[in-house]
């Protein structure tokens, strides 16, 4: 398995408050993403990073704000959680044109 | 842009039968397809992946994945389903160039015993 690592896995937070996640890779992986998983949407691409310092958007990005200062580590910031963030998010790994490797998770309540 | 279709919501099949499941793309040339395989808690598992050549592609777990450009699908197979295979299974779709994968809705397979 890839070594992807989501911080943290569990998270119960309140409306307004931010929040961080954190997906952490051991692969030396050019590419990274982040994906919420809703019922009934599939995946969901929110931002990804083809190298340090360079990010872009994806299909959902409204609300959410990531960076990458390290190869290994990329942030995913919730400026100010709603519930409509409620989700399950996952980190994703890729090596150019090669296949997407997923992390286990983390799933967020937004109260 | 492309798109992904998978049809079926629910699939239910006895343990021992035979599976398909099917998914449609939306692009404008040969794309990458995967199938991705999720086990309840868990992260994404990849199956099999399509770039080129062969238009069968055998995968992990017994799976095989059949391009079929004619009808744009990329439909999963099974010819004996274990109770262990009881997963949501998504297919996805990628551009030639660029990284950015599409994913369709997701099939959940229940595996009666």
């Known amino acids: 398995d890839a070594g992807i690592t989501q911080s943290p896995r569990h998270k119960v937070t309140e409306t307004g408050t931010p929040v961080t996640l954190r997906c952490h890779q051991t692969e030396n992986h050019r590419y990274m993403y982040w994906y919420r998983q809703d019922p009934g949407h599939g995946l969901r691409l929110i931002h990804y990073?083809?190298?340090?310092?360079?990010?872009d958007k994806g299909e959902v990005s409204d609300g959410y704000s990531v960076s990458r200062s390290k190869t290994e580590d990329f942030l995913l910031t919730l400026e100010s959680a709603t519930s409509s963030q409620t989700s399950v998010y996952f980190c994703?790994?890729?090596?150019?044109?090669?296949?997407?490797?997923f992390g286990p998770g983390t799933r967020l309540t937004v109260l | 842009a492309q798109s992904v279709t998978q049809p079926d919501i629910h699939i239910t099949v006895s343990e021992g039968a035979s599976l398909e499941l099917r998914c449609n793309y939306s692009?404008?040339?040969?794309?990458?397809l995967f199938w991705y395989v999720q086990s309840p808690g868990q992260g994404l598992q990849l199956l099999l992946k399509y770039f080129s050549g062969d238009t069968l592609v055998q995968g992990i777990k017994g799976f095989e994945a059949e391009f079929k450009r004619s009808q744009s699908s990329f439909n999963l197979r099974k010819p004996s389903v274990h109770w262990s295979d009881a997963a949501e299974y998504f297919c996805a779709v990628r551009k030639t160039s660029g990284s950015r994968l599409t994913f369709g809705e997701g099939t959940q397979l229940t595996v009666n015993p």
């Open positions: 692009y404008g040339a040969t794309p990458y």
């Open positions: 990073s083809y190298g340090v310092k360079d990010t």
């Open positions: 994703a790994i890729s090596e150019s044109s090669d296949t997407q490797y």
